[in-house]
């Protein structure tokens, strides 16, 4: 039955960090009934974007898998270096080849929802297939906040670098956020992104709705003032689904990792991982490696020396370096591999989290109540972090500026280290992060805000 059951496409950008909120919604919106199309492009530019997508699409034979071939990458437009960055502006000059491919499928479509980083080229065919559109933000609803701003005086005062490092920035949202928290990409009036994400500030406002990966409780006041119109006047309605859950076609074969944590007492380890994007230089690798090692907790570190996977050929031993290498031997694990993150957090002998504060991450953390200690490394990292701090879901040690800024000496990491695990503000930030634990799984069970939310959108499709 048409009527019952509204058909939905999905356009993600690059990146791990977009991929996967995409793919939870889509086995979400299954899950609700819908039909479902996921747009996928070849080849993707990470190796787990690839096998991601594959075994999404093994878990669910019902989902219809389209490609969209794209135009080639073409460096001079794109003006960038960042291969993710590279694919997205593809995908967004190849954005006119959607509409025939689109109104090809059956039954008809009932909406579509694309990347925050695709929101200008998608509008247009959205409203050539008079289809309603929705842009899935996927960071935080804070850092929507400021994206929503990028068309107003703000942005403007931002790139004529008027305001001080000192100042806040005048979004109506509570506490104000800090200058110092802008994404260092914004601060450069001629950065592509900045160009890009601007154009889209100014655009999203055609969209039929916008979709975060958060709840309630966590972004309260955020979502407020995105929805009451004190962020921008003319916003389309903000719809909190989230934490979008951790879902079994994610993980691969069950490795070493969750083998070892079994091992360890409950609530004992630290894990430590600054996401799919961030390569670390080799100084502050092994500032971090002599960290753990003197916090004396045990660990599970995942280390990147390159930004796409593809690229990563140093063996472990040549990064860390044999004394390392030795000390680390029996109260650890290294890995330079893809780990199943979320299952890694899931697990009780994972106490605490060292994290970039990717928006992903951090929801992962609160969905499963673990504690953080957030070094931000860029982009909407300092934004989260923030968010992260406010609702006791855990510390954030601002001295330590962007991860590219300083290099960050061990002693200090591991006595950050010990004050998220053992001191007495730790047992409080225990508390505080199984909270947020609670109400992130409230939000989405049974009657749940964020259930009630997305069944809400779904309705609108079949009106
Ligand atoms: Br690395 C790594 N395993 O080994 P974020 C990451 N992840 O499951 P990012 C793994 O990738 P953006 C690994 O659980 C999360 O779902 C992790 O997303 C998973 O940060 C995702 O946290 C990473 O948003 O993306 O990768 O920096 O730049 O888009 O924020």
Redesign the pocket.
């Given at each position: 039955d048409l009527h019952l059951h509204p058909h939905v496409a999905l356009l993600p950008s690059a990146?791990?960090?977009?991929l996967?909120p995409f793919l939870r919604l889509a086995a979400s919106l299954v899950h609700q009934k819908c039909r479902v199309t996921v747009l996928t492009i070849h080849p993707s530019v990470s190796h787990a974007e690839s096998q991601l997508i594959s075994r999404f699409f093994s878990a669910f034979p019902q989902v219809t898998q389209m490609h969209f071939p794209l135009l080639p990458v073409d460096p001079s437009t794109a003006k960038s270096e960042d291969p993710f960055w590279l694919q997205r502006d593809a995908i967004r000059r190849s954005a006119y080849l959607l509409s025939p491919l689109l109104s090809t499928l059956s039954p008809p479509l009932s909406a579509l929802i694309y990347d925050e980083f695709l929101v200008s080229p998608l509008i247009p065919i959205s409203t050539s297939l008079s289809l309603p559109g929705y842009t899935f933000f996927?960071s935080s609803a804070r850092m929507c906040c400021l994206f929503a701003s990028l068309s107003t005086s703000v942005a403007d005062k931002i790139n004529s670098g008027s305001y001080r490092l000192s100042d806040h920035l005048e979004i109506q949202v509570t506490p104000p956020i800090p200058v110092s928290s802008i994404p260092p990409l914004f601060m450069n009036p001629n950065s592509i992104l900045g160009t890009i994400l601007k154009e889209d500030s100014r655009e999203v406002i055609k969209s039929n709705g916008i979709l975060i990966n958060t709840f309630e409780m966590l972004e309260q006041d955020s979502l407020d003032a995105l929805n009451k119109g004190r962020v921008r006047k003319g916003l389309p309605p903000v719809y909190a689904i989230g934490p979008l859950e951790p879902c079994e076609f994610e993980i691969g074969e069950r490795g070493l990792p969750l083998k070892w944590l079994n091992d360890q007492p409950a609530g004992s380890v630290v894990y430590v991982?600054f996401?799919?994007?961030?390569a670390s230089i080799m100084e502050q690798i092994r500032e971090i490696g002599h960290g753990l090692v003197g916090s004396g907790y045990r660990f599970i570190w995942?280390v990147?020396t390159k930004e796409v996977d593809r690229d990563e050929e140093e063996e472990l031993h040549e990064v860390l370096g044999h004394e390392l290498m030795q000390k680390i031997q029996g109260k650890g694990l290294v890995v330079k591999h893809?780990?199943?993150?979320?299952e890694i957090l899931g697990h009780k002998a994972v106490g605490g989290f060292l994290s970039?504060s990717?928006?992903?991450?951090s929801m992962?953390a609160a969905y499963h109540g673990v504690r953080m200690l957030a070094w931000p490394q860029h982009?909407?990292q300092k934004i989260n972090a923030e968010v992260v701090e406010m609702s006791g879901l855990g510390l954030w040690v601002r001295s330590w500026g962007w991860g590219h800024e300083v290099v960050v000496k061990g002693e200090e990491i591991g006595e950050r280290i010990k004050e998220m695990m053992e001191s007495e503000s730790s047992s409080l930030l225990r508390v505080e992060a199984a909270h947020v634990g609670e109400e992130a799984r409230k939000a989405v069970g049974v009657c749940g805000s964020s259930e009630t939310t997305l069944k809400e959108l779904i309705q609108e499709w079949n009106d």
């Amino acid at each position: 039955d048409l009527h019952l059951h509204p058909h939905v496409a999905l356009l993600p950008s690059a990146g791990m960090g977009h991929l996967t909120p995409f793919l939870r919604l889509a086995a979400s919106l299954v899950h609700q009934k819908c039909r479902v199309t996921v747009l996928t492009i070849h080849p993707s530019v990470s190796h787990a974007e690839s096998q991601l997508i594959s075994r999404f699409f093994s878990a669910f034979p019902q989902v219809t898998q389209m490609h969209f071939p794209l135009l080639p990458v073409d460096p001079s437009t794109a003006k960038s270096e960042d291969p993710f960055w590279l694919q997205r502006d593809a995908i967004r000059r190849s954005a006119y080849l959607l509409s025939p491919l689109l109104s090809t499928l059956s039954p008809p479509l009932s909406a579509l929802i694309y990347d925050e980083f695709l929101v200008s080229p998608l509008i247009p065919i959205s409203t050539s297939l008079s289809l309603p559109g929705y842009t899935f933000f996927t960071s935080s609803a804070r850092m929507c906040c400021l994206f929503a701003s990028l068309s107003t005086s703000v942005a403007d005062k931002i790139n004529s670098g008027s305001y001080r490092l000192s100042d806040h920035l005048e979004i109506q949202v509570t506490p104000p956020i800090p200058v110092s928290s802008i994404p260092p990409l914004f601060m450069n009036p001629n950065s592509i992104l900045g160009t890009i994400l601007k154009e889209d500030s100014r655009e999203v406002i055609k969209s039929n709705g916008i979709l975060i990966n958060t709840f309630e409780m966590l972004e309260q006041d955020s979502l407020d003032a995105l929805n009451k119109g004190r962020v921008r006047k003319g916003l389309p309605p903000v719809y909190a689904i989230g934490p979008l859950e951790p879902c079994e076609f994610e993980i691969g074969e069950r490795g070493l990792p969750l083998k070892w944590l079994n091992d360890q007492p409950a609530g004992s380890v630290v894990y430590v991982s600054f996401g799919s994007r961030t390569a670390s230089i080799m100084e502050q690798i092994r500032e971090i490696g002599h960290g753990l090692v003197g916090s004396g907790y045990r660990f599970i570190w995942v280390v990147k020396t390159k930004e796409v996977d593809r690229d990563e050929e140093e063996e472990l031993h040549e990064v860390l370096g044999h004394e390392l290498m030795q000390k680390i031997q029996g109260k650890g694990l290294v890995v330079k591999h893809w780990v199943d993150q979320s299952e890694i957090l899931g697990h009780k002998a994972v106490g605490g989290f060292l994290s970039h504060s990717g928006w992903n991450s951090s929801m992962e953390a609160a969905y499963h109540g673990v504690r953080m200690l957030a070094w931000p490394q860029h982009g909407d990292q300092k934004i989260n972090a923030e968010v992260v701090e406010m609702s006791g879901l855990g510390l954030w040690v601002r001295s330590w500026g962007w991860g590219h800024e300083v290099v960050v000496k061990g002693e200090e990491i591991g006595e950050r280290i010990k004050e998220m695990m053992e001191s007495e503000s730790s047992s409080l930030l225990r508390v505080e992060a199984a909270h947020v634990g609670e109400e992130a799984r409230k939000a989405v069970g049974v009657c749940g805000s964020s259930e009630t939310t997305l069944k809400e959108l779904i309705q609108e499709w079949n009106d």
